[in-house]
């Protein structure tokens, strides 16, 4: 996989001392309409299916049939399937594209048309598309959010550990639009936490709660590597 990740500033230091683990970063950010396709970075498609409990096994199951043959894919960087560790109604595909070309190829293909209808059928479907420039200015009073998936052999113990932050974050952080941790399908060694805020005020005010700074010390050593994106909303 490509790494898209150069060092990111005071942020990114205080949110991986929670993860415990080495860290590759990028600061990337700016409104989809800002975006001059042809001076992309990246495209970052985040795909949340709601699922019913009947058809979460289906939807599983599509979901990795998909996954499979779209890592196969021209201008594929990232493609997987991840089920929430918090809410079990929720599965999130996760890709991140080199161009729209490629994009545009990866849902004209015949893995892509065939299966999608079917994993829509099972449940709600929201379609997340961010288009990455290459040279960006981030404003932190507008909502943005955070990707950050991590590589670890201790997946449960660390997942056991930041329950209490995926619950104290949504119940009391002022400006929190969404917090959840992930578990990828595919790898068992990968984990990713999705954050969405309304402004940097929120998060920082969050990086100082007790739910967050008491869980940090506890995750010492779990994770291993982390790929951050930091992306406006």
Known sequence: MKKLFLMMAVVMTAMLAACGGSNKAKEEAAPEEAAVVEDLDFIRMNCMLTVSAENKAKAIELAKELVAASQNDEGVIEYDVLESVSRPDKLFIFET??????????????????LVP????LGNLEIKQINQPKEVNLDTTKPFRFNIMMTTNQREAYIEVVKSVIEGTRKNDVGNIDYDYFNSLTRPDKTMLLEIWESQEGLDAHMKAPHFTEARPKTEGMVQSTEFTHMQE
Do not use: C, G, P
């Open 97 to 114: 594209w080199t161009d729209q070309a490629s994009l545009d190829k990866h849902m004209a293909s015949k893995h892509f048309t065939t």
């Open 118 to 121: 079917q994993i829509q059928e």
